[in-house]
Each structure stands twice: as C-alpha cells, then as structure tokens.
C-alpha cells in the first residue's frame, strides 16, 4: 500500500532552470494537492485538483503549474526556478470529506 | 479569509507530563478542524479530524476540542512519552473546499 509517491526527494537546481516534481496516489482519491512549507512555517497551498482535468490555484501558485491528466498523477512544474523556490514540496491526496494523505516531501533547493 | 496561529511555537516537557497544545483561528464559521504530526524530514500524519457539528475526538492518548464561539481548538497529550516529540500543526479549510490553512506548528520535546 504505496499511498501517496512523491519524487525525487532532493533536488538542488540552479538558478533559471526547471524540473517537474512527480506525485502519484494509489488509493483512487479524487482530490490532490501540493503545499510548500519554508523553514518554521506551515503549509502553503500552491494548486489542487479535484479531479483529472480540473486544477485551480492556491494561495501561492506564481512560478508553478499543474496538470491532472489522471486520478493518481499530480505533477508540479517550475519554470524559471528562482532562491525564493526554495522549501520543502509536499503532495497530498483525500477523498473531498476524509483526512489527506501527505507523500514524504521533495527538498528544493536553488543555488 | 482564515487565519490559523499556533502558541508556543516549541515546548518542552518532561516525561508523563500531561500537556494541551493550542490552535487559534479567525472564522467561526469553520468547516473542520484538523490535526497533524510532523517527524524531522517526514510528511504529515493526520492525528484527529474534528468536524463543526463535533466538540471533541479522542484517538488512544490523545484528545482534541473544537470551540468555534471562540475560536480555538486544543490538542491534549495524556502521559507524553519521548516518542511523542515532534511537530504538531494544526489546520482548517479556506473555504467550504478541502484546502487547508495550516498554523505554523508547535515544536514538542518530551524529555525521558
């Protein structure tokens, strides 16, 4: 029972460049999301989903997009990494009226 | 739009000391009111989830409240055990939705 995958789980990248952090949720939820937590801080929501085909943003979304082409895959893209982009990267997945789930985090780190 | 503040920020305690975390939010008209753990690299575990309709859930040594009239909810620990130290955040919708504002966490070490 894999719950909620997420990959890589560090990553350094330069200033300009880009990656896709990948998010994939074996338990068939039909809501995901991704959140970003800085050093001492909560939990800041970027995008979610709730359902393949459908994304909005969050309260932080500038410098990121999503797209839910399937139930299990989330995958987060930044483009143009900036230091700012700094933190730790969390997906999580739920059912609309039950608990998330949280992968393990991916740490971002540009330099 | 809804605020959600953790007090302290960290706390330290002997073992078996019973403790109560607390949480504080902006609107009252609070769909949920969860609660998580966070080990040092790790992701979120959901401890207890308090819908509106509820005052209190218990899980084993844990006890969480929910009073909207004043805007708190609070986490209480029986008999903490060193392998109780971790963060505890606290968090609730924006909205009517599932997206969740998180407090900041509270740091806890239990001392053996």
């Known amino acids: 029972n894999a719950g909620v995958t997420q990959t890589p789980k560090f990553r350094i990248l330069k200033i300009g460049q880009s990656m896709t952090l990948q998010c994939t949720q074996d338990?068939?939820?039909?809501?995901m999301y991704w959140y970003r937590q800085d050093p001492g801080m909560g939990l800041k929501l970027i995008y979610y989903?709730?359902?393949?085909?459908?994304?909005d943003k969050g309260e932080v979304p500038n410098g990121y997009n999503v797209s839910r082409s399937t139930t299990e895959d989330f995958p987060l893209r930044l483009e143009l990494a900036a230091p700012s982009q700094t933190s730790v990267y969390f997906c999580?997945?739920?059912?609309?009226?039950?608990?998330?789930?949280f992968g393990q985090g991916t740490r971002l780190t540009v330099v | 739009k809804q605020e959600v503040t953790q007090i302290p920020a960290a706390l330290s305690v002997p073992e078996g000391e019973n403790l109560v975390l607390n949480c504080s939010f902006t609107?009252?008209?609070?769909?949920?009111l969860q609660w998580f753990r966070q080990d040092p690299g790790k992701g979120l575990t959901s401890l207890l989830l308090?819908?509106?309709?509820?005052r209190e859930q218990t899980s084993g040594r844990l006890n969480a409240s929910l009073d909207k009239s004043s805007g708190r909810s609070t986490l209480y620990i029986a008999a903490s055990q060193p392998g109780d130290s971790a963060t505890y955040l606290c968090?609730?919708?924006?909205?009517?939705?599932?997206?969740?504002?998180f407090g900041s966490g509270t740091r806890l070490l239990v001392r053996p």
């Open positions: 968090a609730a919708p924006m909205d009517s939705s599932y997206k969740l504002i």
């Open positions: 989903s709730v359902g393949a085909g459908i994304t």
């Open positions: 999580a997945s739920s059912y609309a009226t039950e608990p998330a789930f």
């Open positions: 338990m068939n939820h039909n809501y």
């Open positions: 609107d009252s008209a609070i769909y949920n």
């Open positions: 308090i819908q509106s309709s509820q």
